[in-house]
Nanobody, 119 residues
């Protein structure tokens, strides 16, 4: 089992910055990757960014150049640095972790954190 706790959401003006954190606990050694997803009202959930054990990252085109995913292994924490925020970035952001045990892959989710970009 893996537990994920997100923090760092809030209200920010357009052009501002926020940093989301996702602290992992439990079977940390079985985690093979993390991802940040977001879901805006009446929209489908969207993959924002991901990072795998090797350190390779992916960022969606909609956030490339503005958002950066990173991981602090010593703190078992994944971050999403969000700069130049736009109103269309408003959504509930959720942290996801995937674990592997043998041939079995499991997915865990945090509780989500609201990000609102508005003047």
């Amino acid at each position: 089992q893996v537990q994920l706790v997100e923090s760092g959401g809030g209200l920010v003006q357009p052009g501002g910055s926020l940093r989301l954190s996702c602290a992992a606990s439990g079977r940390i050694s079985s985690i093979i990757g993390f991802a940040w997803w977001r879901q805006a009202p009446e929209k489908e959930r969207e993959l924002v960014a991901s990072i795998i054990s090797s350190g390779s990252t992916f960022h969606a085109d909609s956030v490339k150049g503005r958002f950066t995913i990173s991981r602090d292994n010593a703190k078992n924490t994944v971050y999403l640095q969000m700069n130049s925020l736009k109103p269309e970035d408003t959504a509930v952001y959720s942290c996801q972790a995937k674990t592997k045990s043998g041939m079995s892959v499991s997915t865990y989710w945090g509780q989500g954190t609201q990000v609102t970009v508005s003047s």
